[in-house]
């Protein structure tokens, strides 16, 4: 199970890291971002979910990370990812695609600056 955790989190960074780039694109251009995209925030949001539902199940088994403060970040990114989400409605295309890809970039440097360093016993 803890490969399959951490193989969620190569996958979780790499799809932050996509919807970043196409969402601070889409407003650098100010194009609207589309269902392609909303789809594809939706999906990661699940990824997310099923990455902190195998870290619940290794937490339940004793397996617990290097540091507890690893546990705030399960919870943090997909709050914030909803956040930024439920924001937009009503939005402008521009502010749209800024507040997604700007949340996403952020997300991904909190993952690979903070979540996973957190994770490693």
Known sequence: MLEV?????????????LLGIWGVGAGLVKRPVGGAYRSTYILAV??????????????????RPG????????????????????????????????????ASLIMFIMVITRAIPTGAP
């Open 5 to 17: 955790h951490k193989v969620l989190a190569r996958a979780v960074v790499y799809v932050l890291l």
């Open 46 to 63: 699940g990824l997310v979910l099923v990455q902190d539902l195998a870290g619940v199940v290794l937490f339940i088994a004793g397996q």
């Open 67 to 102: 540091q507890m403060l690893h546990l705030l970040y399960g919870v943090a990114l997909p709050a914030i990812m909803v956040g930024a989400y439920s924001y937009t409605p009503g939005a402008t295309a521009r502010r749209e695609a800024f507040t997604l890809g700007l």
